[in-house]
């Protein structure tokens, strides 16, 4: 055991020593100690005292100097700015006593020698000793150093570290959470670099950052040293691990893979001045994933084991040697957003007069705001910040978070999830739209815009100021209904966004949205590019298809992955999924979609929905959805996802459209397979007995059905009037459409508009004997309570 009582080795700590060795170092020990005999990669080293820093702290007589300047920061006699600058420059000119000096030298050949290395590569960064707690993050507030290469580097590096727990961002971190400067000290761990120059490093969040939804694992990563993710320089790729099914050999739980741009990538330099350098990244590291599935399962597995031994959601770095290939864990800290959250859930909702959109990218926080654009290229442009700007900038730096707390929000052109903006901005309560990629060139500064991060994982700025509205309730107030409530969804961005609703699934899930949003190319046109004469639509099938092994994958992996990320929010709950229900005038509109689709004068009753599955115009493309669908279910493993097809005219088109389903592989009952039918055609009420031999279950979507049984055009203006799901003839429809699945003892559910719009009616459909009821999500916390209502007039 080492008994200096400056330096402790990672291995000699564990998470009791925090007021020792700070939360950042103690918690490298914890991990070495605890989760690497679990086969969890941790690089070792040597963390510096509290009492090594107040050693530092009093031999150079810094104490009272340091305490006068905080008190006339205090007083207001100087800016924060003015103090943390006089403080740091007295800590930079302070020598090292001789004893400290000496202890960091001997620890530092010791690692040297354990690693087979002359002056062996480490990275040196500053843990507060009351960082990380669960209330508070101290990440990022003070420096870190990387590629330090000499004892004398090294101690320079040491005395920077100290400096550092004055950075401006540090001393207005502590003064909102009320902690005594001077009861804080800094320890500096000093941990042996895992190189990856030609290999990646990122982070990896054991909760859903925006979100907060607790069963994926998210994964940043891009080429080189990892401070590129952090600093927000690159938009990284990104994946997404289903909890759940880690770990679990039949299954593949992979639910997102996104490629970032990664146009940077930090290495090592040799000069003095700099030991890193940002240098453009290959076309072929562009086009490639940063991990393998192997790699990205194996770094999951890992996250989750760090998150059941802490017991909370966890803040992870991790590196990937380039020599080796082996990954390593460099950091662990918990998460604090999510983990301070109330029980209030509040929805942000644009009125429908929406206008322009300027720029997109990646949503931060679940809010809407108006703001006036302020450009900010660097500190000097912080000083008139107004709390109606939302600052643009390229990247935000760590100085600048004492002043973004004043403004509305944040917009950047470069980031992920896990950069500094987005990490700030969730910390501060600020909505953020990180990674547009030029946002600064498009936005022009004092115009009036409305920042949206509340339409799911993609942010928008809109030209103007757009009414929006705002709804919060208290969850914990809710009680659930014994209905089954489940979700409307149509795009996967939204899906994690509802997980605390009190729902039991997905009642319709709209595939041809995944298609039209994600997608974007005619599924024809994916399984027969040779059939495109177009040159300009070619070129826009090759440019979304490049780096997939073919357009046919291309399709089945984007499907896949964005209904696994459906199944993934209600799981273990029935997740009932549509297959596509374009009408011929929305497909054409999909790229490679005019030369596949005929002209109709009616689409609404043409060539749409189970018809299309088994003719030759179309049997191709449904192939490609059997094959998404199967993926879902039978290799990620969400065997909680039911097939539902709609529009089905004819007994004998049920048939066929099972048949065509079992040669895909898509066998009805095989591997636990329900397949659910639209009950929205009159032939479908008056057959319904009939079509139960064929189907498990059924959802009546009141749309169709009240324009069939009525006969007006539900896209008609002029007839709007008359389509009316409340009339008597939809109603009685309902009613026996109900009574007669029950009596052949099938499941049948509620998929319509009409209780969404309408409370009332979704007391109706539980007077009626309804098992489940579909709502769009931002209408269940009004519709619940009518519910319940109903439910208990029927038991009394």
């Not at 101290?138 to 150093?145: D, I, R, S, V």
């Amino acid at each position: 055991m080492n008994q200096d009582k400056y330096i402790r080795w990672f291995k000699e700590v564990d998470l009791k020593d925090i007021g020792e060795v700070g939360g950042k170092n103690a918690s490298l020990g914890e991990m070495l100690r605890h989760l690497k005999p679990l086969g969890i990669n941790v690089p070792d080293g040597f963390a510096t005292t509290s009492k090594a820093y107040w050693k530092f702290i009093r031999d150079n007589q810094l104490e009272q100097p340091i305490t006068e300047q905080l008190r006339r920061y205090a007083r207001g006699d100087v800016s924060l700015e003015e103090c943390g600058r006089s403080i740091r420059q007295k800590v930079k000119k302070g020598i090292f006593p001789t004893s400290l000096a000496e202890s960091i030298r001997t620890a530092y050949s010791e690692l040297s020698v354990q690693y087979d290395t002359y002056n062996v590569d480490v990275a040196v960064r500053s843990s507060a000793t009351a960082e990380d707690l669960p209330q508070a993050s101290f990440a990022g507030l003070q420096e870190t150093f990387l590629n330090i290469r000499s004892e004398d580097e090294l101690l320079g590096a040491c005395k920077k570290c100290l400096a550092s727990l004055f950075t401006d961002r540090a001393i207005s971190y502590r003064e909102e959470k009320e902690f005594n400067h001077m009861k804080v000290a800094l320890s500096i761990g000093v941990q042996k670099m895992v190189r990856a120059d030609n290999a990646c490093s990122g982070v990896i969040f054991t909760i859903d950052t925006e979100s907060g939804f607790p069963d994926v694992v998210l994964i940043n990563g891009s080429w080189g040293l990892g401070e590129n993710i952090v600093q927000g320089t690159v938009n990284p790729d990104q994946f997404y691990v289903f909890k759940p099914f880690i770990g679990d050999p039949n299954k593949h739980p992979i639910i997102e893979k996104v490629k970032g741009s990664k146009k940077l990538k930090m290495i090592y330099r040799s000069d003095a001045d700099s030991r890193t350098q940002n240098i453009p990244t290959t076309p072929v590291e562009r086009q490639i994933f940063v991990l393998n599935d192997e790699e990205i399962l194996r770094l999951a597995g890992w996250a989750q084991k760090i998150e059941q031994h802490y017991e909370k959601p966890m803040d992870i770095e991790w590196v990937k040697e380039d020599k080796t290939g082996e990954l390593y864990i460099v950091q662990a800290r918990p998460e604090t957003v999510h983990a301070g959250s109330n029980g209030h859930f509040k929805t942000f909702s644009l009125g429908t007069a929406k206008t322009r959109t300027l720029v997109k990218g990646l949503s931060i926080g679940s809010t809407i705001v108006h703001g006036v654009v302020k450009h900010v290229q660097d500190a000097t442009d912080l000083s008139d910040l107004k709390p109606n700007h939302i600052l643009v900038t390229a990247m935000t730096e760590p100085d600048w978070v004492p002043a973004l707390k004043n403004v509305a929000g944040i917009v950047t052109d470069f980031g992920g999830r896990t950069c500094h903006a987005a990490i700030v901005s969730r910390e501060l309560g600020i909505p953020a739209v990180v990674g547009t990629g030029n946002a600064t060139k498009v936005l022009k500064e004092n115009q009036r815009i409305t920042l949206s991060s509340a339409e799911g994982e993609e942010g928008k700025i809109y030209e103007g100021l757009i009414d929006f509205n705002v709804h919060e309730v208290d969850l914990s107030k809710l009680r659930p209904a014994k209905t089954d409530i489940m979700l409307n969804l149509a795009t996967p961005e939204s899906a994690f966004k509802w997980w605390k609703l009190p729902t039991r699934g997905v009642g319709l899930a709209r595939m041809e949205f995944i298609i039209s949003q994600h997608i974007q190319i005619h599924p024809m046109a994916l399984a027969h590019p040779d059939r495109i004469s177009d040159e300009e639509e070619s070129a826009k099938i090759r440019k979304l298809t490049k780096g997939y092994s073919g357009t046919k994958e291309y399709f089945v992996d984007k499907l896949a992955s964005g209904i696994a990320k459906i199944a993934a929010s209600q799981y273990p709950h029935k997740v009932i999924v549509r297959t596509s229900d374009f009408k011929t005038n929305e497909y054409a509109e999909l790229i490679g979609g005019k030369g596949f689709e005929p002209h109709e004068e009616n689409p609404m009753l043409g060539w749409r929905g189970a018809c299309r599955y088994y003719s030759e115009g179309y049997r191709d493309g449904f192939a490609l959805e059997c094959r998404a669908l199967r993926k879902v279910r039978e290799e990620i493993g969400f065997e909680n996802v039911v097939v539902m097809i709609p529009f089905c005219r004819t007994l004998q088109e049920a048939e066929w459209v099972q048949e065509e389903m079992k040669g895909h592989g898509l066998e009805r009952g095989k591997h636990g397979l329900q397949v659910y039918m639209m009950c929205e055609i009159p032939s479908n009420y008056i057959l319904l007995k009939e079509f139960a031999h064929y189907f498990d279950g059924f959802s009546i979507g009141s749309n169709d059905l009240t324009q069939l049984i009525l006969g007006v055009d539900r896209d008609s203006a002029q007839l709007s009037y008359l389509f009316n799901e409340n009339d008597p003839a939809v109603k009685k429809a309902v009613r026996e459409i109900i009574s007669t699945a029950h009596s052949v003892g099938c499941n049948v559910g509620f998929c319509g508009q009409a209780p969404s719009d309408d409370p009332s009616y979704a007391a109706f459909l539980i007077e009626c004997g309804i098992d489940s009821i579909s709502l769009n999500p931002d209408s269940v916390t009004n519709a619940i309570e009518k519910i319940i209502q109903a439910e208990q007039k029927i038991t009394i």
